[in-house]
């Protein structure tokens, strides 16, 4: 069936330390990844997507690589910052399954400065 | 672009009345509309799709005659939770999907909060 595994959180770093949240999926077919950003007492945000397998989405200063062959797409950062606290969704439109959104459990992030 | 605002934000209101959450796709059409829930400390879950013009597909567990949703027009969703308890009191999230070329992108709503006294 589909579904997506995330790494567990809460991840605490410091400010500045590089970030990588990891990202696994299963799914048929290859379908467009996404990652959502949820701050504190707000809704959620999309911070970044890629539409096909080797696409690398980027915003923020966020990166995540479509890895077809290894089915994964890890969130990226090369220097966290405090405003970068948040819970992190992994996701994807399930092909087979009236594109359903397909979620991770999110990923906790706290960044101390 | 691709903005979604629901309404009201923050809701309270007493054991037993019912409440309507309006979302609201604000400078694109949404054929398809959803709308989740969101347990403390916990990922969505979706509760419905909501399909313009026909009735919307419900998610296993979740009540249909409890959770009633109407999707009048291509901008506009509504969910109405109805006879509300306490239990009903959580974070509720829609999302209006956007397609661009071959690839569907869900522009999610700020939420609403809803607590039942």
């Known amino acids: 069936g589909n579904s997506v595994t995330q790494m567990e959180g809460p991840v605490t770093l410091s400010e500045e330390a590089f970030l990588t949240i990891n990202c696994t999926y299963t799914a048929t077919g290859y379908p467009s990844l996404f990652w959502y950003v949820q701050y504190p007492g707000e809704g959620l945000q999309l911070l970044l997507k890629a539409t096909k397998a080797d696409d690398k989405g980027s915003n923020k200063g966020f990166e995540a690589t479509y890895r077809k062959e290894t089915t994964s797409f890890h969130l990226e950062k090369g220097s966290v910052q405090v405003s970068d606290s948040a819970v992190y969704f992994c996701?994807?439109?399930?092909?087979?399954?009236?594109?359903?959104?397909?979620w991770g459990a999110g990923t906790k992030l706290i960044i101390k400065p | 672009g691709a903005v979604v605002s629901q309404h009201p934000s923050r809701v309270i209101c007493k054991s037993g009345t019912s409440v309507k959450i309006e979302c609201r796709s604000l400078d694109f059409q949404a054929t398809t509309m959803f709308w989740y829930r969101q347990f403390p400390k916990q990922s969505l879950m979706l509760m419905a799709t909501s399909n313009e013009g026909s009735k919307a597909t419900y998610e296993q567990g979740v009540e249909k005659d409890k959770f009633l949703i109407n999707h009048a027009s291509l901008t506009l969703s509504t969910l109405t939770v109805t006879s509300a308890h306490p239990e009903d009191s959580s974070f509720y999230i829609c999302?209006?999907?956007?397609?661009?070329?071959?690839?569907?992108?869900?522009?999610f709503g700020p939420g609403t909060r809803l607590t039942v006294l």
């Open positions: 999302s209006a999907s956007l397609t661009s070329g071959s690839t569907d992108t869900q522009y």
């Open positions: 996701a994807f439109f399930a092909l087979d399954s009236n594109y359903q959104l397909i």
